[in-house]
């Protein structure tokens, strides 16, 4: 599971369909989650970028990873993304 959405490296160049991965989440309470969102070219090459993010957490709700991704692409900066 990852999403794709152009993204830019720390040197300015624009990766289009750049592959975001969920990776290292964390239940830390009954109520929020966080996790990374590691950054490749391809989901294979190393990551070019990597942030922390935190969010609600439903324990009735999809699998926390599900739920992580679905957050993401609430935000402004991965509007538009696609599931791949």
């Known amino acids: 599971m990852a999403i794709k959405k ?3 490296t720390f040197f300015g160049t624009d ?3 750049a592959y975001h991965r969920v990776e290292g989440l964390q239940i ?3 109520d929020t989650i966080i996790f990374q969102v590691r ?3 391809d989901g294979v090459k190393p990551h070019f970028s990597d942030e922390q993010y935190q ?3 439903d324990i009735q709700g ?3 990873i599900r739920q992580a991704y679905d957050y993401l692409k609430t935000l402004p900066e ?3 993304a696609m599931d791949c």
């Open 6 to 8: 152009t993204s830019s």
């Open 15 to 17: 990766v289009v369909d």
């Open 28 to 30: 830390k309470s009954k």
């Open 39 to 41: 950054v490749s070219v």
């Open 55 to 57: 969010c609600a957490y």
């Open 62 to 64: 999809n699998n926390p």
């Open 78 to 80: 991965f509007a538009g």
